[in-house]
């Protein structure tokens, strides 16, 4: 006998007749009632394992949801349909699931485009025993569809070769980038060895231009440096002229 596959309840009719002359007989229904025992495991609705494709700059508190729908196991045993429990059980800071519901959310965000799996449980309630486990596929991306450009062009820095720290050369930039979390960075070359820049980053699209060793420089008129900047997969190239004189009271 077997749950699963039967009517619980069955009626057997059973008929009994002696050899006499004429034969004598009586019968009587027996009422057979099935029992569920929880002999099955739960198990996921999708067999295989779940997908997540994530973005990079997706907010903290919200929910993920695989693509193969929300992460869903049921006790096989129909009769008794155990309350199930889900969990994690490789640790990861980045989503939580809820114990009712399999519910994921982002608890963390993210600061680099990875993938990584995670397996989960689903236990029944009355019993951790029996239980199933499944894998997360998960696959942190980021958009990067357009390319960086350098804005108001042509950049110029007019300076002195000695300067003090309230008067550095200094030069500041932006950049035009489509995207919505552009990750920009810079660097540069000059066709003047001693001239050595340092650039920051003051926002997420603009940067500062400074000339280091700045109470020494070369003199200039003019130096020229090229500034790079590249999002990851796109950049995107500036001169930049620089004009260093002494100052009239060291002549
Ligand atoms: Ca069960
Ligand atoms: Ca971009």
Same mark, same amino acid.
Request: proline share 6%.
């Given at each position: 006998?077997? &749950?699963?596959?039967?009517?619980? =309840? !069955?009626?057997? *009719? @059973?008929?009994?007749?002696?050899?006499?002359?004429?034969?004598? #007989?009586?019968?009587?229904?027996?009422?057979?009632?099935?029992?569920?025992?929880?002999?099955?495991?739960?198990?996921?609705?999708?067999?295989?394992?779940?997908?997540?494709?994530?973005?990079?700059?997706?907010?903290?508190?919200?929910?993920?949801?695989?693509?193969?729908?929300?992460?869903?196991?049921?006790?096989?045993?129909?009769?008794?349909?155990?309350?199930?429990? &889900?969990?994690?059980?490789?640790? =990861? !800071?980045?989503? *939580? @699931?809820?114990?009712?519901?399999?519910?994921?959310?982002?608890? #963390?965000?993210?600061?680099?485009?990875?993938?990584?799996?995670?397996?989960?449980?689903?236990?029944?309630?009355?019993?951790?025993?029996?239980?199933?486990?499944?894998?997360?596929?998960?696959?942190?991306?980021?958009?990067?569809?357009?390319?960086?450009?350098f804005?108001?062009l042509p950049y110029t820095i007019i300076g002195?070769?000695?300067?003090?720290?309230?008067?550095?050369p200094?030069f500041?930039g932006?950049?035009?980038?489509?995207? @919505?979390?552009?990750?920009?960075?810079?660097s540069y070359s000059c066709d003047l060895s001693p001239l050595n820049l340092?650039?920051?980053?003051?926002?997420?699209?603009?940067?500062?231009v400074?000339l280091?060793?700045?109470?020494?420089l070369p003199v200039c008129q003019s130096c020229s440096c090229i500034l790079n900047?590249?999002?990851?997969?796109?950049?995107?190239q500036a001169y930049l002229n620089i004009y260093l004189?002494?100052?009239?009271?060291?002549?």
């Amino acid at each position: 006998l077997d &749950y699963n596959s039967m009517i619980p =309840n !069955i009626n057997l *009719t @059973i008929f009994a007749q002696d050899n006499g002359n004429p034969p004598l #007989s009586s019968q009587a229904i027996i009422s057979i009632h099935l029992i569920d025992v929880d002999n099955l495991d739960p198990k996921f609705q999708v067999s295989t394992s779940y997908n997540v494709n994530i973005s990079i700059d997706t907010r903290i508190g919200y929910e993920v949801v695989p693509n193969e729908g929300r992460i869903y196991a049921y006790d096989q045993d129909i009769g008794i349909n155990s309350t199930i429990l &889900y969990s994690f059980l490789t640790s =990861n !800071i980045y989503f *939580t @699931i809820d114990k009712y519901t399999g519910i994921l959310t982002l608890q #963390s965000p993210f600061d680099s485009i990875t993938q990584f799996d995670l397996l989960i449980k689903a236990e029944q309630e009355n019993d951790p025993n029996k239980s199933v486990t499944t894998v997360l596929h998960v696959n942190v991306y980021e958009l990067n569809l357009y390319p960086p450009r350098f804005l108001l062009l042509p950049y110029t820095i007019i300076g002195y070769t000695i300067n003090s720290l309230d008067q550095i050369p200094t030069f500041n930039g932006t950049i035009s980038d489509l995207d @919505i979390n552009p990750r920009l960075t810079y660097s540069y070359s000059c066709d003047l060895s001693p001239l050595n820049l340092q650039i920051t980053k003051t926002s997420l699209r603009q940067f500062r231009v400074q000339l280091m060793n700045f109470q020494n420089l070369p003199v200039c008129q003019s130096c020229s440096c090229i500034l790079n900047v590249s999002d990851g997969q796109y950049s995107d190239q500036a001169y930049l002229n620089i004009y260093l004189y002494t100052p009239i009271s060291f002549l």
